[in-house]
């Protein structure tokens, strides 16, 4: 961070129970290297009161803070202002797509959550089951068990719904189980866990996904969603096979 | 007999934990939070499951309970923690002179603990300061903190709770004797206003305690004590590693998801309602860090935030039910029936705390029904949002 | 908070809204436009053939007007729409193999690049053969 100082324009999206919405703007000075959502937050402390928004952790391990800054998905704890605008320069803030909004920055992703649940989306994994691939600075293969037992670790999924927002299919299929629902099914794998397949062969499955890869381009988190869904189609494919053989 | 109704004010982590163990315990429930679940300090914390280690030396109250509450959660929550455990490395002279009273205070505390050789740590932990003289294994672990926290909403909602969300409490209403019977507040997703009425309110706002003791009058002299921690993009450990020294600023690093936090430091106060985060205390973290992770250096930031900690001056009137935490009847110490506020503890500590609260609570009323909330496995964190 | 509220979408219309959009996203709006095209194209297409069915006169009438230019340029287009939709759909189809996913991109820029070559041979020969 350094002493410099931006002046931008905070554009948010507001609305409140049946109410129409509406959008308020905010000039705030700020250091060009805060987050967004250090902004967010300051509306509400200094400017706005009646705001509300989504948040908790501020470090990207909680997926709340997710919102649409200036037309694309953002997770706005780790996004610097510095890479979203310039000095002088606007910042349009607006609820997630595709999940009903509750009020102002707020939306209610119970749509997400209760797939994640359909599919017993793991929380937490072995760090075999969701290594690490290439980042750390040694391999995961070889880092020695722990008393034995397998290493834990938080799935890299936070649940954010940024995807299900950036999805162009997700807002006309209210029932599409989403691209983080789709990963996190494909993570498990199809062939330890069979009743996977049902709920994800279907039109509101993984067929209802038109490759338009917006899931892997916003999120946060490094779960390449559209990558997943191509290779769970392929898992798909290849159990219906093995299947039809095994019936015959 | 109706249930006797309990209004909960702030769903931080000593809010959903009381929340939950009140509901256990037959009471209905409806808590009021101005902001999401964790909107104030909780959410923001640094996210060690303390095994209490850190205080065996210098406060083996808060250490026993940290022990025993580390492992009722492993236990409890099933699916916000990250259980791998946690080193404390010695490096230089100073930090080997500690060694002896930190081998004592976890013993005292029955901390289970084990020495292990430089070679034996680096061989677990190849990225720690290979100048490393000392480490010992301790049981820590990392934790979600918005999914600890909505795992006991969770398990709260599923006894009955209601939540108010995103909905603040811009008054207390009195039954004309300065008695408290309920709260006011003001829903800001649909800008409502609206009463609600109860046999007791519970003020769990953490650093904010004060804010809402002064709707009744009451004073409770708080000092606001932030203190910042930094994230980094690349999980470089598998276990949170500590400084085997006293307790100071950015002596703890811990791996989270594909990360690493370091924290934290401790300044004071005027305001909790925002902090900024300096520059100069996320100059500090990157320092102390790599004191402890040398490749903390190379990697980059991916967050930096704050929280602040409600400190109670010594000075603050009333008794205590806990040096620990603080917990008062303002029935006791002020002479205001239906207020109980409770501030202070560790997330480590949620459920003991709201334990004690509840245990106060029922003594007031003259029930007598036991806390189960340890035995009582937690529903999953998507529980919340899904029937 | 508790009630069942509509999400927040503006329907198909954010199939076609390109602001922040990336690569793949702007290969599916070309996909979705290119299929909605050829639909409509179709439904011409087998009114035409009805006036076949109608007799020499009408039919004869039909091939003057469509040598006028902007029939001509419909019909370019058509061959655009064609071409991208079918090169894309292979694109998709490998990738649901499992195959190329993580150079969809590339892929993307290739559909983008044979459809324009052909879209030229294609414009070269039409006008040439009038
Ligand atoms: C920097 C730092 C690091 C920490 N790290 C750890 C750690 O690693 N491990 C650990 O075990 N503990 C840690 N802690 C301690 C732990 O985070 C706190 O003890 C705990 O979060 C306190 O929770 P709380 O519910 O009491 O307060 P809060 O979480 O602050 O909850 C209070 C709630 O009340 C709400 N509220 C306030 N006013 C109103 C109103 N008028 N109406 C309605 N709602 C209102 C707020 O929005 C807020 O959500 C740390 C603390 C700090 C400061
Ligand atoms: S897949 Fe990525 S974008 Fe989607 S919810 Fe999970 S973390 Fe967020």
């Not at chain 2, 599923?158 to 408290?180: C, E, K, M, P, R």
């Not at chain 3, 469509?66 to 189809?93: D, S, T």
Request: with cysteine; hydrophobic share 40%.
């Amino acid at each position: 961070m350094t002493e410099e100082k931006w002046t931008v324009k905070f554009v948010i999206f507001r609305k409140k129970g049946d109410q129409p919405p509406r959008y308020d703007s905010y000039v705030l000075e700020v250091d060009p290297d805060e987050y967004v959502i250090d902004g967010v937050e300051r509306i509400w402390a200094f400017h706005d009161r009646s705001l509300i928004f989504a948040h908790a952790c501020h470090h990207s391990t909680c997926g709340a803070c997710g919102m649409r800054v200036n037309d694309v998905e953002k997770l706005t704890c780790i996004t610097k202002i510095r890479d979203v605008t310039t000095n002088g320069g606007s910042l349009k803030i607006e609820p997630l797509r595709n999940f009903p909004i509750i009020g102002d920055l707020v939306v209610d992703m119970t749509r997400m959550y209760a797939a994640m649940d359909r599919v017993h989306a793991k929380a937490v994994h072995p760090l075999s089951a969701a290594p690490l691939e290439g980042e750390g600075i040694r391999p995961p293969k070889d880092v020695p068990r722990n008393n034995g037992d397998e290493y834990l670790r938080l799935a890299d999924c936070i649940e954010c719904g940024l995807c299900i927002s950036a999805c162009p299919v997700a807002g006309t299929a209210e029932n599409y189980l989403g691209p983080a629902v789709l990963a996190a099914a494909q993570l498990q794998g199809l062939k330890h866990n069979p009743d996977l397949l049902d709920l994800v062969d279907c039109a509101d499955g993984l067929w209802r996904c038109h490759s338009a890869y917006e899931c892997t381009a916003v999120c946060p988190s490094n779960v390449d969603p559209g990558w997943r869904i191509m290779d769970l189609r392929r898992q798909v494919v290849g159990e219906r096979i093995k299947r039809w053989f095994v019936k015959a | 007999m109706s249930k006797l109704h309990a209004i909960v004010i702030g769903a931080g982590f000593t809010g959903v934990a009381i929340a939950h163990d009140l509901a256990l315990r037959g009471f209905a429930v409806t808590v009021v939070e101005r902001g999401p679940i964790v909107n104030g300090t909780s959410g923001r914390t640094h996210g060690l499951l303390h095994s209490g280690a850190r205080y065996a030396v210098n406060d083996q109250e808060s250490a026993i309970e940290c022990i025993q509450e580390n492992q009722i959660l492993r236990l409890i929550v099933p699916d916000a923690i990250e259980p791998n455990g946690g080193l404390f490395i010695g490096i230089t002279d100073e930090d080997m002179a500690y060694r002896e009273k930190f081998i004592e205070g976890c013993a005292a505390c029955r901390i289970p603990i084990k020495e292990l050789t430089p070679q034996e740590a680096l061989r677990l932990e190849p990225n720690l300061n290979p100048k490393l003289q000392t480490a010992f294994t301790v049981p820590d672990g990392t934790f979600d903190p918005l999914r600890l926290a909505l795992a006991f909403a969770a398990s709260a909602k599923s006894n009955g709770a209601v939540f108010h969300l995103y909905t603040d409490v811009v008054d207390l209403l009195t039954d004309g004797q300065g008695n408290i019977v309920g709260v006011k507040a003001w829903d800001r997703a649909t800008d409502k206003r609206f009463e609600i009425r109860g046999d007791i309110v519970v003020n769990a706002t953490g650093a904010w305690v004060g804010h809402i003791t002064s709707m009744a009058g009451i004073s409770v002299p708080i000092t606001p004590t932030p203190g910042v921690m930094v994230a980094y993009d690349q999980r470089l450990t598998q276990r949170a590693i500590n400084l085997l020294n006293k307790p100071g600023d950015g002596d703890i690093v811990l791996p989270q998801r594909r990360m690493m936090v370091v924290g934290t430091t401790s300044f004071t106060i005027e305001d909790p309602d925002y902090v900024p985060v300096y520059e100069d205390h996320v100059q500090l973290m990157i320092e102390r860090g790599s004191n402890l992770i040398p490749a903390l250096r190379q990697t980059k930031e991916r967050g930096a935030y704050m929280a602040t900690r409600p400190l109670i001056g010594a000075s603050a009137p009333g008794r205590s039910i806990s040096r620990t935490f603080k917990a008062y009847d303002h029935k006791e110490t002020d002479n205001v029936e239906g207020l109980v506020t409770i501030t202070g503890g560790k997330a480590t500590t949620l459920r003991l705390m709201a334990e004690k609260t509840v245990d106060l609570i029922c003594k007031k009323f003259n029930l007598n029904i036991p806390c189960t909330t340890a035995e009582t496995p937690l529903l999953s964190y998507r529980k919340f949002y899904v029937n | 908070m508790d009630t069942p509220k509509k999400p927040n979408t503006r329907g198909i219309l954010d199939w076609f809204d390109p602001r922040g959009r990336n690569v793949g996203g702007w290969g599916f709006i070309i996909n979705r436009l290119s299929a909605i095209g050829l639909t409509v194209y179709l439904y011409l297409h087998l009114y035409m053939l009805g006036k076949l069915a109608q007799g020499p006169e009408a039919f004869d009438a039909f091939i003057e007007t469509a040598k006028q230019p902007a029939i001509m340029f419909g019909e370019m287009l058509v061959i655009i729409a064609g071409l991208y939709h079918g090169l894309n759909g292979l694109r998709i189809a490998l990738n649901s193999f499992g195959i190329a996913v993580p150079a969809q991109r590339q892929l993307l820029y290739g559909v983008v690049g044979i459809t324009l070559i052909g879209t030229v041979v294609f414009g070269v020969r039409m006008l040439t053969a009038h």
